[in-house]
């Protein structure tokens, strides 16, 4: 007879929502965590195992952390201050304060997002922007698992923002060789240029290059808005996805953010593994970008759709209980779709696949690092709890997280953040975005 298996963690009776293709809800099961990593899952009191800690989740839900794959945390300063505004107007707004940012600034304002994203249960999210060695290291020591970009861009000015005008690809290049892989794993790089728009055709080019030569993924901005399209149209011919193919951007993973205006052809062309969407319909929404077709886009064999925020510059959260609220009303969903079930899938297995982290996180069962999230059932807007699935995307705005496991480490518990000064993080927020937003109306 075999000892019971040493863990380091039992999650004990939770209601486990796995999010795996075939699971619906388990009642009454036990999940063991060691090393990291989901080590079983059964049901309660049937684990052989020998626990070095067991966490009560009796009236709670588990289920995957959550996926944000796209946002721009050092932008987390811009909370509140815009609407009304089309995407083109609203980035020139923004510039001159943007580039007003320090190093210290972006991991500031990125403790300031990943605190956020934390209490609502995302574990994972997918950030560029400048200065993305802050963002780095504002994601190690707040524990969250992070998929990084230093930015591309060439707009005039700002070389103390963005490099100096001939090193942004090496930047990203170099960002990408020091962190993918870093913090046992946790950071993964891609390169980040920001569009097709903001960058020389040149650069383009050797942007495809070079993240094949590193062997990494890119994430990047495609069909956001209407003019972008034309515009591409007018410049080289063609639609941006079919630019970027042109280029050679789909050989290396690709995360495309927006994907708002596609043609059939386009959503051909990004049909294929390796291939992310993110949607950000608050950020689609209030910038007045237009609608992605979604349901469309997940009859896709190969591409992925994750769900994204944006940044709180166009959101203002970093929620994707929102998100999924959203992405389940807005669509035009064939008639008895389950669309709750399917925006919980966008916002964890899918998300995590558009990452090209599907054998790593976004479902709870054995082997997967353990991401994991406890939501309290006994909340007023949880009962009676006639569909979980239901209930987590349409009544779940201000679903309370009990607990927050990143690689198995625990990150959140009881309401409160072990691994960052939340006082000290909104103190410099305040102070810092009171210097960089002086003089905007
Ligand atoms: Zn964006």
Redesign the pocket.
């Known amino acids: 007879v075999n000892a019971p298996a040493p863990v380091d963690l039992l999650l004990r009776d939770a209601t486990v929502l796995p999010l795996t293709e075939a699971g619906g809800v388990l009642a009454h099961t036990d999940v063991a965590i060691a090393e990291g990593a989901i080590a079983a899952v059964g049901p309660t009191g049937t684990l052989r195992v020998a626990p070095a800690r067991t966490l009560e989740a009796h009236g709670r839900l588990l289920l995957p952390g959550l996926v944000n794959t ?1 946002t ?1 945390l050092g932008q987390t300063f811009m909370r509140g201050t815009a609407e009304c505004m089309r995407l083109e107007d609203w980035l020139q707004r923004n510039r001159p304060y943007t580039q007003q940012l320090t190093a210290e600034d972006v991991y500031w304002f990125s403790l300031l997002g990943i605190v956020e994203m934390l209490r609502a249960g995302i574990t994972t999210l997918a950030d560029m922007f400048f200065f993305e060695e802050a963002v780095a290291e504002a994601a190690q020591l707040a524990g969250v698992r992070a998929c990084l970009g230093q930015g591309i861009i060439e707009v005039p000015g700002a070389e103390g923002t963005y490099g100096p005008a001939e090193k942004r690809l090496q930047n990203s290049a170099d960002f990408a060789r020091r962190w993918h892989g870093a913090a046992d794993g946790r950071i993964t790089a891609r390169l980040a240029p920001h569009s097709l728009y903001t960058i020389s055709e040149g650069t383009l080019r050797e942007t495809a290059a070079a993240a094949r030569d590193l062997g990494v993924g890119v994430h990047t ?1 495609v069909s956001e808005t209407q003019t972008e399209v034309e515009n591409c149209q007018a410049a080289f011919g063609r639609t941006p996805p079919a630019q970027f193919e042109h280029w050679g951007f789909l050989e290396a993973p690709f995360l495309a ?1 927006h994907c708002v205006h596609l043609t059939p052809a386009d959503i051909g062309l990004l049909d294929r593994p390796g291939v992310g969407v993110a949607h ?1 319909p608050s ?1 689609n929404m209030k910038l007045a970008s237009g609608q992605a077709p979604v349901p469309r886009l997940l009859e896709c064999a190969g591409l992925a759709v994750g769900l994204g925020t ?2 709180a510059a166009s959101n203002d959260t970093l929620d994707l209980w929102k998100e999924m609220h959203l992405t389940a009303l807005w669509h035009s969903w064939p008639e008895g779709a389950p669309a709750a079930r399917r925006c919980l899938e966008m916002a964890t297995r899918d998300g995590a696949r558009a990452l090209g982290m599907s054998e790593q996180i976004g479902t709870v069962e054995a082997g997967k690092r353990a991401d994991l999230i406890l939501v309290d059932l006994e909340q007023p807007q949880m009962a009676p709890l006639n569909s979980v699935e239901r209930a987590l995307v349409y009544a779940g705005l201000r679903s309370k997280i009990d607990l927050v496991l990143v690689d198995g480490e625990v990150v959140l518990e009881d309401g409160a953040l072990l691994t960052v000064d939340e006082q000290e993080v909104l103190a410099q927020a305040r102070g810092r975005a009171r210097r960089l937003l002086a003089g905007l109306e």
């Open positions: 796209h721009h901005h953010a950000n950020s944006d940044s």
